[in-house]
């Protein structure tokens, strides 16, 4: 996407406009009915103060420069020359203005009058866009008053001295913000069926803007809400709502002022309603994320060829905006963890959920093998306890014994104490049937064959060290669920499967299914507190839990020094960086493919403070990290290296196992397909513009 400013120099790298971001606003000012002189002024001061934060378009309400309850002195002559003479201030105030403007005022043409949307921009009027849909029911009736857009027989109308383009059909594109494509609506029109803008998202508009004057009754407020984010869903665009408010005659109504943002379903800002004075909302609606999105759905580029000759109607009028030079901090909010939600309620329902998932997934596979047993190696760590708690619930859901979950512990030359207890403890506590067996001696057999220096003692620890354990393990459990008649459960997540952090083959990265296969690991560690604090499992099992969480992530095949096994010697995010912020770097490169400089600009926003932003409840103040640029680009680096370049080979073969969330996973037959012999060139190539000033 376009990232400069006018003269073609780079944008700031800490600009939300060079990163595909673009600041809308919603406005209403205190009007005064019957007084657009007033009104223009009172429109005038917010769209400076819209330009002072920024933004690139300004949304005023329906008839603002008049007043939207004005009844039958929308017949009278002096209140129509005077809004124009108010439009006309507000076009030349318009000239030392960034941002767009959406007017709204009532304009006569051939005869008929229309309730319209002006567009405004540096002095100019670009076009106007009469409303569709008039409603003439319960206190509405403005058919009395106004022609809907369908009565227009002229394709231009004269605005001042001039004739600009008119019509629903009329968007407006900059020329120097890719993506930025504004259409307008008004009030009703979001009411009807097919709501115009439907029709003009598929002609490329990105922000939808709709200029309203609904009047506020009990359950309204909510219902705004169900519609702005339904038609910004099915559109696959921001909707920017605004309504008129303090001012407004109240001889039969009333109005609150209300101001939504939304993008894509998602709410983004939204106002304080029932305001006795004016206010302005701002939000950063990302546009690479809703190109990103069309471009992935096959149905919105069929709906644009089944409408094709509604689409081919669209005018575009362009507009140059003038991106701002200079630094435009994002004042969005971007989660830290983007699996996790942070809201109590949206949390217990997503932990819910994703058991509810992964039990049925298994559940189902072992209905059609006819099997009932599973195998499982329990060792201590995050993955094999979240998969031992779907194993139980599973085998609880099917009324079947919890012994029908075979648990093994498998120490070898690292483990240390504290798992091999935790694990113990763990398979006690929740009823299953456990057992352990030592793989060092097959390890070290291996090593001996192998002519390794390690079977000698020899402290020579490397890869073919580590991966003897981890095959070892591996080909136990296989073994063990021949001779059983059980299925192998897998237990290695998302992340690890990102970042190649597995056993090929004869290892971690092989079972018979996979639960965990797309729960990354930060989502991982959320479940296990959800079922620690709230999951009813007793005492003794959440005590086990939360000495798992309090364990450092580590895949222990290396040994510290000699006596010094009371915990984990190795670190794995030494290595492949914080998982934390790793799955912040994998949401974003898979689920919206954007470039890593973004992500890199989103992950400093959301990482670089730990004390702005909300954070998931379960997280300690102790354990709220916070990372730098140079922390954030490193590791990024590490991800991009090992995400693009050495790792996809492992999940080109990966066992079956559920989906679990839209942010996406990893298998071949799902939402991953990638060469396994790929470059990461063109992506740390990228990385390597960051200039972060």
């Known amino acids: ?57 300004v949304v005023f309400p329906e008839l603002g420069l008049s007043a939207y309850s004005n009844q039958d002195l929308f017949h009278q002559q002096a209140l129509l020359d005077a809004t124009a003479d108010a439009l006309e201030a507000v076009r030349e105030a318009s000239a030392d203005l960034r941002p767009l403007l959406l007017v709204g005022a009532p304009l006569r043409s051939r005869g008929r009058l229309y309730n319209c949307a002006v567009a405004l921009h540096r002095g100019r009027v670009l076009g106007v866009v009469p409303k569709s849909y008039l409603p003439n029911y319960l206190e509405f009736y403005e058919k009395r008053h106004f022609s809907a857009a369908r009565a227009a027989t002229e394709r231009e109308v004269r605005v001042g001295a001039e004739d600009v383009p008119f019509g629903a059909d009329v968007v407006f594109e900059a020329t120097d913000v890719d993506g ?58 921001a909707y920017v709502y605004t309504s008129a408010g303090a001012g407004e005659s109240t001889t039969d109504l009333a109005w609150d002022g209300h101001g939504l943002v939304h993008e894509n379903g998602t709410l983004l800002a939204e106002s304080e309603r029932f305001g006795r004075s004016a206010h302005l909302l701002t939000g950063d609606v990302d546009l690479e994320r809703l190109a990103a999105d069309r471009l992935r759905l096959t149905s919105f580029s069929d709906a644009i060829a089944d409408h094709a000759a509604l689409v081919e109607r669209f005018r575009r009028v362009p507009f140059t905006l003038g991106v701002p030079d200079g630094e435009v901090r994002l004042e969005r909010d971007i989660a830290r963890f983007p699996y996790v939600p942070s809201d109590p309620s949206e949390l217990d329902e997503r932990c819910q959920e994703v058991f509810d998932i992964q039990v049925s997934g298994l559940a189902t596979r072992l209905a059609a093998t006819g099997i009932d047993k599973v195998v499982i190696g329990v060792s201590g760590g ?14 609880d859901e099917l009324g079947l014994a919890r012994t029908n979950v075979l648990g093994f512990s498998l120490p070898g030359f690292a483990t240390s104490e504290r798992t091999r207890n935790d694990a113990r403890r763990l398979m006690e506590s ?35 060290y580590e991966n003897t354990q981890a095959g070892a393990r591996t080909s136990l459990l296989f073994r063990l669920a021949n001779q059983r008649g059980a299925l192998v459960l897998g237990t290695g997540d998302l992340s690890e499967l990102a970042l190649g952090w597995s056993t090929y083959g004869v290892g971690d990265q092989m079972s018979h299914y996979g639960v965990n296969g797309s729960v990354p690991k930060t989502l991982i560690q959320h479940l296990i507190r959800w079922s620690a604090e709230r999951g009813g499992l007793g005492e003794d099992t959440s005590a086990a839990l939360r000495s798992v969480l309090e364990t450092d992530i580590s895949p222990e095949l290396v040994p510290g020094r000699e006596g010094d096994d009371a915990a984990p010697h190795q670190r794995s995010e030494d290595v492949v960086g914080p998982y934390e912020l790793q799955d912040f770097h994998l949401y974003y490169t898979l ?46 680096r590490v991800f991009v290296r090992r995400f693009f370049q050495t790792s996809q080979f492992k999940r080109s073969a990966l066992p079956d196992g559920p989906k679990v969330g839209s942010g996406g ?13 790929a470059s990461a060139a063109a992506w740390l190539a ?8």
């Open 1 to 57: 996407m376009s990232a400069s400013d006018g003269s073609g120099r780079p944008l700031p790298f800490r600009s939300l406009y060079a990163h595909g971001f673009v600041r809308v606003a919603a406005a209403s000012p205190r009007v005064r009915v019957g007084d657009p002189a007033h009104n223009a002024e009172r429109t005038i001061e917010l769209a400076r103060e819209a330009d002072g934060r920024h933004a690139a378009l």
């Open 180 to 237: 930025f494509v504004v259409a307008a609506e008004i009030c009703e029109d979001l009411w009807a069926p097919v709501p115009p803008t439907t029709h003009a998202a598929l002609a490329g508009a990105t922000v939808l803007a709709n200029l309203s004057a609904s009047d506020i009754t009990i359950g309204k407020a909510g219902y705004r809400h169900q519609l702005c984010a339904g038609h910004s869903a099915r559109c696959v665009a």
């Open 382 to 395: 995050l993955d094999s306890t979240h998969a031992l708690l779907v194993a139980v619930r599973c085998m």
């Open 430 to 464: 929740l009823g299953v049937a456990a057992e352990e067996i030592d793989i060092r001696p097959a390890a070290a057999q291996m090593l001996r064959d192998l002519g390794h220096p390690a079977a000698d003692g020899g402290e020579v620890y490397d890869i073919a």
């Open 591 to 636: 689920r919206f493919g954007y470039r890593p400089s973004k992500v890199a600009f989103l992950a400093e926003h959301a990482w670089s403070d730990p004390t702005t932003g909300s954070w998931p409840e379960l997280i300690g103040e102790e354990d709220r990290n916070h990372y730098d640029l140079a922390a954030i680009v490193g590791w990024l």
């Open 665 to 677: 996973s990893l298998s071949p037959r799902g939402d991953w397909r990638a060469p396994s012999d």
């Open 686 to 693: 990228e990385l390597d513009t960051i200039d972060a000033g």
